[in-house]
């Protein structure tokens, strides 16, 4: 099933103990559409400025990736974040941010980005994400990735949001302020318990410590794959959103999705993270093949598995 993703579409500065790049594509539409095509049909949707050019539309096209949703706005300048992170890679200081085309940005998609049967709403203001969810009327799977900024000035919107989607990915700290409660099981049940009855599943994102899948009724955690030496996490979490949902996209809409099917989805998008890390920006993912991530799957399975006997 073809998968619509609207986002950020970046330049980042990222500055890690393994090296510093001034001007990297980036944003989160960008990792997460690099990594969900390896599954499906991925169209992105995100403005760009004049100085978003040609070797960085070339990025998603070599991956096949429909860029004709991505708007050009003249005279504009493309998103821009700067970050730095500290010697364990575990924590990160955001040093600036450049709203640039964002500024005025209001998604109008085509009729072929309406109609895809996914749809990704990455980490933007949650009354975009409800614009875009409002647009796409024939979407069989949702989801949706927010961030504590959100959760502070726009808690409101952000929760109608969330409520318009079958899946929330959410890092852990901000799954636990969102729903106001310390611990992890307790606060996604509690956001499973605002949706409709039909609501799928909450993933809470764990850094290097992997994700954890809870649903009304499973529980699934998965260890991110074990790296020695990680180079740049920015785009984890979109990468692995983009492993989890191309998977599930790539599953067609007739089946339905089994507690295994979920399952597999972690370990995809969990492997494509993996990767994503071990060197700076979009440079890994870029030129990584379907072979590669298939194997690091059949590793985190023995890795994870165990006999009781
Ligand atoms: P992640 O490391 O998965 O949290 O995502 C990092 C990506 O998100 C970077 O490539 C940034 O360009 C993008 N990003 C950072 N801040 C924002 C923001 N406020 N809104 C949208 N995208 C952002």
Same mark, same amino acid.
């Given at each position: 099933m073809p998968v619509t993703v609207v986002g950020s579409i970046a330049f980042d500065a990222v500055k890690t103990p393994f090296g510093e790049h001034e001007?990297?594509? #980036? #944003?989160a539409a960008v990792h997460f559409a690099l990594a969900a095509s390896f599954f499906d049909v991925v169209r992105i949707v995100g403005p760009v400025g004049d100085d978003f050019g040609e070797s960085e539309l070339e990025v998603l096209r070599r991956r /096949?990736? @429909?860029?004709?949703?991505i708007e050009h706005v003249p005279g504009g300048r493309t998103f821009f974040w700067r970050g730095e992170y500290g010697w364990d890679l575990n924590t990160r200081a955001t040093l600036e941010t450049q709203l640039g085309v964002f500024e005025q940005f209001e998604p109008k998609l085509s009729a072929a980005a309406r109609s895809s049967d996914v749809v990704f709403l990455a980490n933007i203001q949650p009354d975009l994400q409800l614009a875009v969810r409002a647009q796409? +009327? /024939? =979407?069989r799977f949702a989801a949706l990735d927010s961030m504590n900024l959100w959760i502070e000035v726009a808690r409101d919107s952000l929760i109608e949001a969330i409520n318009a989607v079958d899946c929330l990915i959410l890092n852990d700290a901000e799954l636990r302020q969102l729903a106001g409660k310390p611990s992890l099981v307790g606060a996604a049940r509690e956001v499973l318990s605002w949706? %409709? %009855?039909g609501r799928r599943a909450v993933v809470a994102k764990l850094g290097e410590y992997g994700a954890a899948l809870i649903t009304a009724d499973d529980y699934f955690s998965i260890p991110a794959f074990p790296l020695e030496t990680v180079v740049d996490p920015t785009g984890a979490g979109d990468s692995f959103a983009g492993g989890f949902v191309g998977y599930i996209a790539a +599953? #067609?809409? @007739?089946?339905p999705l089994t507690p295994n099917v979920l399952r597999r989805a972690m370990a995809y998008g969990t492997a494509i993270a993996s990767f994503n890390v071990q060197?700076? #920006? =979009?440079e890994r993912v870029a030129r990584l093949r379907m072979d590669e991530i298939d194997e690091r799957v059949v590793d985190l399975q023995r890795m994870t598995a165990f006999s009781t006997s």
């Open positions: 001007r990297m594509l #980036g #944003g /096949e990736i @429909d860029v004709s949703g796409c +009327q /024939e =979407t949706g %409709p %009855p +599953q #067609g809409g @007739d089946k060197e700076f #920006g =979009t």
